[in-house]
């Protein structure tokens, strides 16, 4: 049974610092891995997403990397601002079944 | 209008009432996903749609929820005969195929909440 967990489940540092929130997973045989971001009472806004074939992915300020032997994905947010304050959610999808299983989230706050 | 929409965006009922949630995908995503978000238990997985056939239903969480999904596009979850412990914030997100390279756009969510 694929588990995901996220380490820190909390996280507050002042503007302008580089960040890395870690996600791990039991289950290597993963089809994709997307990270996500939820701001209070809204729904989720997909940030990356790298498939089992890949190691990484950039957008922006974040980039997200994907190590599927070790069963590790880690999202690096460099130069943090108030604005990137949000909870952050690792979901994995694994091969063989239809479901995305969630990590249960860091909740990221960014002193200005 | 351009992404997901769901309805109503908060529901209160009686324990033992019915209720019905809809999700409205954006135009042309042919996949179609539902997730649960409890407090204390993050987000769950309940359903996939690709076009109107769902492949694997175990992930519902008992026989009072059914999902449906008609003309490739609007899909309804519903609750019988509902019980305190549904109360949740039901998601739903559609993409533009079922694929690697397929990101899941989100809705706002349906809040109900069983008295």
């Known amino acids: 049974k694929q588990e995901v967990t996220q380490i820190p489940a909390a996280l507050s540092v002042p503007e302008g610092e580089n960040l890395v929130l870690n996600c791990s997973f039991t289950d290597s045989a993963i089809y994709n891995l997307q990270w996500f971001r939820q701001d209070p009472g809204k729904g989720l806004t997909s940030l990356l997403l790298i498939q089992s074939s890949q190691r990484e992915q950039t957008s922006g300020r974040l980039n997200a990397s994907l190590d599927k032997s070790s069963g590790r994905s880690t999202l690096y947010i460099a130069a943090s601002q108030p604005g990137d304050s949000a909870t952050y959610l690792c979901a994995v999808f694994t091969s063989g079944t239809y479901k995305y299983i969630f990590g249960t989230g860091t909740r990221l706050k960014v002193l200005a | 209008g351009a992404g997901v929409s769901q309805s109503p965006s908060n529901k209160v009922t009686e324990k033992g009432k019915d209720v019905e949630l809809r999700c409205d995908p954006i135009s042309g995503h042919t996949a179609l996903y539902w997730y649960r978000q409890s407090l204390g238990q993050g987000l769950e997985f309940l359903i996939y749609?690709?076009?109107?056939?769902?492949?694997?239903k175990s992930g519902l969480p008992s026989d009072r929820f059914s999902a449906e999904r008609t003309g490739g596009s609007v899909s309804t979850l519903t609750i019988q005969r509902t019980q305190q412990e549904d109360s949740a914030v039901y998601l739903c997100?559609?993409?533009?195929?079922?694929?690697?390279?397929?990101?899941?756009?989100f809705g706002d969510g349906t809040r109900l909440s069983i008295l």
């Open positions: 997100a559609s993409s533009l195929g079922f694929g690697r390279d397929q990101p899941q756009h």
């Open positions: 749609f690709q076009g109107n056939s769902a492949p694997d």
